[in-house]
């Protein structure tokens, strides 16, 4: 029975190890997927799993644990970074600079009722613990490997921040959701007039695309060609297609515009209305069935020698005769303008004869297996410059030691960039939401189990006979009193609408299950855009914020 024995308890064996994570992991995820009124922890139950595994004796050597552990954090927020970067900046725009205004105060407000609490107990807690609590109030589980690589830098031989973390997590889902449900109710919220109110507003679905047939009538335009048409205008617009005497032709900026063409145009929702007023009246044509047969095909963007090309600079128009009406990046329809910056898994509309749209198809690739296979050289070109510049030592004045990004702060940061920039280093940063999906999943679980294990000998001692009921109260202080703040401030003065509102306070606390519960009872995309919205920043300031304060603080 040696074998057994060494399969079941020998920290140093391949075999206990690979065992022991499988066994963690695949009843953690498992179990993670039980619903208690509607409600589920997900993936993180892996933590819990973990702790209990850890609580009667599994365990895995030390430096195997710590390696699997920082790994997968690595992986983890890498891929986080990678998914967030096309939208970090543009968040920031219009609307959103109030929402992300409201997140990074419900950060910072997090941050001071836990530090209130920290010198409230005069001594009784630690400060790393308080950092732990403060993570699993919020569920952000990257934060918590950022503050425990924090403590690697300061050589921390305390208790274990998980376990903190930890009693925090559960009622810190709770208290996520519960605020949403208390705002509604403070608020008298009523459904319907939300969603009158977000039909009525200015979003997102007015910059999409807007297809129109309008008839020429206006005769100051008369014999004008296109370009001196859109500079009369001064509104961006695109023409694929001009019926001019019964005969369909693809007009370039030469091609004139005389009282009775038929054009079919492609502009943002916004400037439809002012288009139509300056050229003429919408009609209805067939232009399937004219006599210059036209098709319109989504072309798939797959040769790295394109990213980063401007659609202008392609000269589709005039080299193939052919008309590139809109771009779908990510799900959404972009406007085809000539200094849209053209990426690697992009699929462009593109109107035109047959054999002219197939050679565009040539150019571009469409070959959809190319997509299928991870850019393995970006994710490890992107991991190598995060770990360097998350190594690099920063200097601040009053703190003993110099701050580093550290293993989480450094790759996301790089992550970011290159999700963002990467393309004017012709690197492909394309993957499936399959493949990034798959990768940050793994880095997950390989963290949350190392971490789970590490804690678990102590974790019950800390609950029953140490402060773990309290730091369940600490934990729902830190959850429940900012979010209830921010949320009254956000619709009782910036009148944000709740839909979008529940979003924010999921996005604010990076919480998947408060997402999805928002999503099931809003029966729209609203919650999801106010999520996607502020999650980019907030993610990186939550990552940043715990190590910041252990290394100012300590």
């Not at 299928?372 to 410059?385: A, E, H, K, M, R």
């Not at 999650?535 to 990552?543: E, K």
Request: charged share 15%.
């Amino acid at each position: 029975m040696d074998w057994l024995n060494s399969l079941l308890w020998d920290p140093s064996s391949v075999a206990h190890i690979v065992f022991l994570y499988s066994f963690v992991i695949a009843a953690g995820v498992m179990l993670g997927k039980l619903k208690v009124a509607g409600i589920s922890l997900g993936v993180t139950f892996v933590l819990f799993m973990g702790i209990l595994a850890g609580h009667f004796g599994f365990t895995v050597s030390t430096p195997i644990l710590h390696f699997l552990r920082e790994f997968g954090l690595t992986l983890f927020v890498f891929c986080i970074g990678l998914q967030v970067g096309p939208s970090f900046f543009s968040s920031f725009k219009k609307g959103g600079m109030t929402l992300n205004l409201l997140a990074v105060l419900i950060v910072v407000l997090n941050i001071a009722v836990a530090l209130t609490i920290y010198f409230a107990a005069n001594g009784r807690v630690e400060l790393p613990m308080v950092i732990g609590i403060l993570y699993g109030a919020v569920t952000n589980t990257p934060g918590l490997g950022a503050a425990q690589e924090a403590l690697n830098q300061l050589q921390y031989t305390g208790d274990p921040i998980a376990l903190g973390y930890a009693c925090a997590y559960p009622l810190g889902v709770l208290g996520i959701i519960g605020s949403i449900i208390a705002i509604r109710y403070i608020f008298r919220v009523d459904f319907a007039k939300e969603e009158a109110a977000l039909r009525d507003t200015e979003g997102e679905e007015k910059q999409k695309p807007h297809l129109m047939t309008l008839e020429v009538r206006n005769e100051s335009i008369d014999g004008k060609r296109l370009l001196q048409v859109k500079e009369f205008l001064g509104r961006p617009f695109v023409c694929t297609r001009i019926r001019h005497e019964g005969h369909v032709s693809i007009p370039d900026q030469n091609t004139p515009f005389h009282i009775g063409d038929q054009l079919y145009m492609v502009c943002s929702e916004e400037d439809a209305e002012a288009i139509a007023a300056f050229i003429g009246r919408q009609v209805e044509v067939d232009w399937e069935h004219q006599d210059m047969p036209m098709v319109s095909r989504r072309i798939l963007i797959t040769k790295s020698d394109i990213n980063g090309k401007k659609l202008g600079d392609m000269h589709f128009r005039s080299t193939y005769g052919v008309t590139v009406t809109r771009v779908n990046r990510s799900g959404m329809d972009l406007f085809a303008a000539p200094n849209l910056t053209l990426q690697v898994g992009d699929r462009v509309m593109v109107v035109g004869q047959q054999d002219a749209v197939n050679g565009v198809a040539l150019v571009l690739g469409n070959q959809l297996k190319r997509l299928d296979t991870p850019n393995i050289v970006t994710i490890f070109i992107g991991l190598f410059l995060g770990i360097l510049v998350g190594s690099l030592p920063i200097s601040f004045p009053g703190m003993p030691t110099p701050v580093k990004l550290g293993l989480a702060g450094g790759p996301l940061v790089v992550a970011i960039l290159i999700g963002r920039f990467g393309y004017k280093l012709k690197l492909v940063t394309y993957t499936t939401m399959s493949a990034n999906l798959m990768l940050r999943e793994i880095g997950l679980v390989l963290f949350l189990a190392s971490v789970g294990i590490d804690a678990g000998g102590q974790f019950v001692q800390t609950v029953l006979q140490g402060d773990g009921l309290l730091y369940v109260l600490w934990g729902f202080l830190i959850t429940v009193i900012p979010l209830l703040i921010v949320g009254c401030l956000a619709r009782g003065y910036f009148k944000v609408n709740y839909f979008i509102l529940m979003g924010l306070i999921g996005g604010a606390t990076t919480d998947p299950p408060a997402l999805a519960y928002s999503n099931q009872v809003a029966g729209n995309t609203a919650p999801s855009v106010g999520y996607s919205t502020v999650y980019p920043l907030t993610m990186f300031l939550r990552i940043l914020a715990g190590q910041m304060i252990l290394l100012a603080m300590m």
